[in-house]
């Protein structure tokens, strides 16, 4: 990977997985404070699952990146492979939010159900995938946004449904 790339993507690859690994413990702190009131209600537990996945999906980017001596190709199979399980996740958590939100009338609970990067993040990883296949290593940027989309819309998700009053 560093012969490809160069130092600056392993060096990024880093300060991802060090930030996205510090954002996930501290996502399991926040839950389990509030272990017995997300556990009452599916769609705080679905948007628990959907955060912790879009918070893990950095962190797996990093692992990719730093991997030793990979080319281009294995490392956009692996993109394309990330990204349709991210997406799959999220059709899954997705369908579990929506299929209880409505049992709730909380304007938190809505919102909730509404905020998630996930999806996005693992078009944009399959992009990256491509491209990078395809031998357009450029593709490689694309994985910028999908860190900067999934560490905001965690961290945005994480208080919102910590924040919900569902009684």
């Given at each position: 990977m560093l012969a490809t790339f160069g130092q600056d993507w392993v060096t990024f690859g880093q300060?991802?997985?060090?930030?996205?690994?510090?954002?996930?413990?501290?996502?399991?702190?926040?839950?389990s404070l509030n272990r017995e009131r997300i556990v009452k209600h599916?769609?705080?537990?679905?948007s628990a699952l959907q955060t912790m996945l879009v918070l893990v999906l950095p962190l797996l980017v990093a692992i990719l990146l730093t991997t030793?001596?990979?080319?281009?190709?294995?490392?956009?199979?692996?993109f394309i492979a990330l990204g349709m399980l991210?997406?799959?996740?999220?059709?899954?958590?997705?369908?579990?939010?929506?299929?209880?939100?409505?049992?709730?009338?909380?304007?938190?609970?809505?919102?909730?159900s509404g905020v998630s990067p996930n999806m996005?993040?693992?078009?944009?990883?399959?992009a990256a995938?491509?491209?990078?296949?395809s031998g357009a290593i450029g593709g490689i940027y694309l994985v910028v946004p999908v860190v900067?989309?999934?560490?905001?819309?965690g961290v945005t998700n994480a208080w919102i449904f910590l924040m919900s009053n569902l009684e």
């Open positions: 300060v991802v997985g060090d930030a996205s690994g510090a954002l996930v413990g501290l996502l399991f702190v926040a839950v599916t769609v705080l537990r679905a030793p001596r990979q080319g281009p190709m294995a490392l956009g199979y692996e991210a997406g799959a996740a999220d059709i899954v958590t997705g369908h579990w939010k929506r299929k209880n939100v409505t049992t709730f009338s909380s304007r938190y609970a809505r919102m909730v996005v993040t693992a078009l944009l990883i399959v995938g491509a491209c990078l296949t900067f989309l999934a560490i905001i819309g």
